[in-house]
T-cell receptor
């Protein structure tokens, strides 16, 4: 079955530690995205990538970093510089194109708790 | 500026009580409007894509429609299992020629048995 996997589902870290969230897709999509979701707020874009070895900052990139070495993988690192990292993190992918744009498909999410 | 506004924020319905959710949008050149369902603690699940005014899509008790300024998600005779947050999104073209998706804050639907 094609889809997006995120691991782990729950993650606990101490303040000051970096942590990397995994995102893998087998949908053969060129574009991948990371969002953060907080209670009462919409999805906020952290980083996105339209093609391998290229990525752009989203609306709230400070304190986060990403890499896109393979088409299938787009890991997100939450660094110690992120002031409020506790949140629900969602990875998504979509076709990249110039005509009608395709829908995004989302992974199951990772809930990160930093204490 | 491109934006998406959803209303109401929350909606409580009795089982079988039909209603509609609204997604108002402003964008220069619509490249698609997307509806998602999100259950608590899970990732959004894609429902529908609408590309032009007048288009309609239907799936079970859900029907999505769109005009030049807004989209509606009509829920006919809802059941408790339809309880979820419903999100809509539009793509925004960036100066680089790439796109990012703008999401509304969603409508939390609760259907009571």
């Amino acid at each position: 079955d094609g889809g997006i996997t995120q691991s782990p589902k729950y993650l606990f870290r101490k303040e000051g530690q970096n942590v990397t969230l995994s995102c893998e897709q087998n949908l053969n999509h060129d574009a991948m995205y990371w969002y953060r979701q907080d209670p009462g707020q919409g999805l906020r874009l952290i980083y996105y990538s339209q093609i391998v070895n290229d990525f752009q900052k989203g609306d709230i990139a400070e304190g986060y970093s990403v890499s896109r070495e393979k088409k299938e993988s787009f890991p997100l690192t939450v660094t110690s510089a992120q002031k409020n990292p506790t949140a629900f993190y969602l990875c998504a992918s979509s076709r990249a194109g110039r005509g009608r744009l395709g829908e995004q498909y989302f992974g199951p999410g990772t809930r990160l708790t930093v204490t | 500026e491109d934006q998406v506004t959803q209303s109401p924020e929350a909606l409580r319905l009795q089982e079988g009580e039909s209603s509609s959710l609204n997604c108002s949008y402003t964008v220069s050149g619509l490249r698609g409007l997307f509806w998602y369902r999100q259950d608590p603690g899970k990732g959004p699940e894609f429902l529908f894509t609408l590309y032009s005014a007048g288009e309609e899509k239907e799936k079970e008790r859900l029907k999505a429609t769109i005009t030049k300024k807004e989209s509606f998600l009509h829920i006919t005779a809802p059941k408790p299992e339809d309880s979820a947050t419903y999100l809509c999104a539009i793509p925004r073209r960036l100066t680089s020629g790439t796109y990012k998706y703008i999401f509304g804050t969603g409508t939390r639907l609760k259907v009571l048995a």
